[in-house]
Structures are given as structure tokens and as C-alpha cells.
């Protein structure tokens, strides 16, 4: 069965500083995808970025980079120079099977990001 | 940029009554969800819809649950019976076919409160 884990409930970071969201998942299937989404305190998901498993460089969207170590089972996303609208929860997910399959997706429990100024 | 739309952005309803919640899905995708939150708690699957009829389910999409596509542009679901523990956000996501269907977007959601 597959599962995402995040291990940080609440994280600090002062403004301009990076900072690293902690991802594990695990599952049987090889062919997999591995999303961030954040959600402000206003409730919508915004999709920030997506590494797929046979994808041989990790993905980067702008502040957003997703630290892929496939044999650790591990996809944290990394926050370059925060910014105080940076404050949200942040959630990572997983959906097993091809793009073209569209499965489901499974999220774990989620880190709330707080920037400090 | 191309985003999917959901209503009523909130609604209050009493325990026992119907309720329908909308979406609008991307144009040109053709994989449709529903998901929800309860407050505090992570996001859950409740249903995938592809091809005109459900293509997966949660075990919480039970028999009080429905999707439909009455038209060829809103994705509809259905709760039949309200229950207390029903009130959660409600999110709709889309996403493409093919190998570029690896970005799957997410409404703003529907907050529904059961009284």
C-alpha cells in the first residue's frame, strides 16, 4: 500500500533563509509521481511542483526545488530564500501508476510552514 | 491561466438534506476528482472519474456519495444524506491524459458545514 510520511508537523524560517520540507514514501509500483502542493490559510491547493520516478533530474519551479533520492524513498521540496507569504501548510503527495493512468493521489499529513520576518 | 472552479464556496446545510456541490474542470482535461479535508486533518481521495463513470473510489465514497457529468463542462457531487461528519472541504482537481498529465489542479474548494 502506498504512503506518504512527513515527519515535521510545524517548521520556523527566517525571511530569505532556505528551508527543506521532509518527504518519505513508500511503494511497490516503479512508475510513480511525487507532487508538493501548498495551502495558504485562505484553503485553495496550489500545485507547486511534480518529479516523476524515472525523471533523472530533480525538478526546480522558480523558489521550488524537489531534492529526489529515489533509493531513500525520500522527495523533500527546498525553499529557496523564503518569503514571508511563504506561510502555509504544505503537503506532499504521491500517485502511483503513469501520468496517462490517472490514479489517485495520496497526501501525508502535511508541515506548516512559518517565516519570520 | 487555465484553472479549475468550484461552487458554492461555502454552504451551510442541515443534517439529513441533499447536497450538490459543482465543479468545472479544466478544458481540456479529462481525469476529474473529488477529494476532502476535514479541518485540520490531511486531504483524502473519495472518488476519480474518467470516460464518463467512476474509475476509482475511496471506501468513504459510500452509497450516500454520487458523481455525475450532466454536461460537458461540470463535474457534480452528490451527497445524499448529510451527516454531521460530513462537514469538511471539499476540493475537485482535474488533470490531463497522456504522459503531460503529471500536473493534477485543485479548485479553491467548497466548505461544506453540516448543522
Known amino acids: 500500500a502506498q504512503k506518504i510520511t512527513q515527519t515535521q508537523p510545524g517548521m520556523f524560517v527566517q525571511e530569505k533563509e532556505a528551508v527543506t520540507l521532509d518527504c518519505t514514501y513508500d511503494?511497490?509500483?516503479?512508475?510513480?509521481?511525487l507532487f508538493w502542493y501548498k495551502q495558504p490559510s485562505s484553503g485553495e491547493m496550489i500545485f507547486l511542483i511534480y518529479?516523476?520516478?524515472?525523471?533523472?533530474q530533480n525538478a526546480t519551479e522558480g523558489r521550488y526545488s524537489l531534492n529526489f533520492q529515489k533509493a531513500r524513498k525520500s522527495a523533500n521540496l527546498v525553499i529557496s530564500a523564503s518569503q514571508l507569504g511563504d506561510s502555509a501548510m504544505y503537503f506532499c503527495?504521491?500517485?502511483?501508476?503513469?501520468?496517462?493512468?490517472?490514479?489517485?493521489?495520496?497526501f501525508g499529513q502535511g508541515t506548516e510552514l512559518s517565516v519570520k520576518p | 491561466e487555465p484553472e479549475v472552479t468550484q461552487t458554492p464556496s461555502h454552504q451551510v446545510t442541515q443534517m439529513g438534506q441533499e447536497v450538490i456541490l459543482r465543479c468545472v474542470p479544466i478544458?481540456?482535461?479529462?481525469?476529474f476528482y473529488w477529494y476532502r479535508q476535514i479541518l485540520g486533518q490531511k486531504v483524502e481521495f473519495l472518488v476519480s472519474?474518467?470516460?464518463?463513470?467512476?474509475?476509482?473510489k475511496s471506501e468513504i465514497f459510500d452509497d450516500q456519495f454520487s458523481v455525475e457529468r450532466p454536461d460537458g463542462s461540470n463535474f457534480t457531487l452528490k451527497i445524499r444524506s448529510t451527516k454531521l461528519e460530513d462537514s469538511a472541504m471539499y476540493f475537485c482537481?482535474?488533470?490531463?491524459?497522456?504522459?503531460?498529465?503529471?500536473?493534477?489542479?485543485f479548485g479553491e474548494g467548497s466548505w461544506l458545514t453540516v448543522v
Open positions: 472519474f474518467y470516460n464518463n463513470e467512476i474509475s476509482e
Open positions: 482537481a482535474s488533470s490531463e491524459t497522456g504522459l503531460s498529465g503529471n500536473t493534477i489542479y
Open positions: 511503494t511497490s509500483d516503479p512508475s510513480y509521481g
Open positions: 518529479q516523476g520516478s524515472y525523471d533523472q
Open positions: 478544458s481540456n482535461h479529462l481525469y
Open positions: 503527495a504521491m500517485r502511483e501508476g503513469f501520468p496517462n493512468q490517472g490514479g489517485k493521489l495520496i
